[in-house]
């Protein structure tokens, strides 16, 4: 675990880390240190800019340590400008995948994780019918099990 992170949950209560978007998909962004200082599932957000994922973990994590609970099946707003996030509680299939560095901070899982699952410019989410084109690839459905995903970027990993 990075020495950095290490600090930031020290001084901060938790730290963000971010996987950039490369050539096979999209990048995503998780916190680490939540479930330690404030006994908060971890939050990630797949499929959007960092400049954006960063702050909207960073944001919900400040509700949280303010004492808003963030759990399974919330709809959130105003964490990015008015369209709503829904908090999807993460299947542990996908965490060697996605939260290694959570993993090795906590040296041990299951840790909780929250999906937080945002919508397409019509303000559809991924369960909904007639989503925009190509937002299915954005973000994974991880709250499905890996075997029960739809196939495509998140399933080849």
Known sequence: MDRQMIENVRTHGWGVINVP???VGPGWSFSVGLWHSHRSPELAMFGLDMDV??????NLGREIADGRAAADGQER????????IFLKQVDPGWYRTFFGSAMAFYQRPPLPV??????????RFPWDADTAEGYQAMQPQAWLA????????????
């Open 21 to 23: 978007a490369d050539d």
């Open 53 to 58: 994922t960063q702050p909207v973990i960073n």
């Open 114 to 123: 929250i999906q937080l699952v945002w919508p397409d410019l019509d303000g």
């Open 77 to 84: 707003h105003g964490l990015i400008n008015d369209y709503p």
């Open 146 to 157: 890996r075997d029960a995903h739809p196939p495509g970027v998140w399933t080849q990993a």
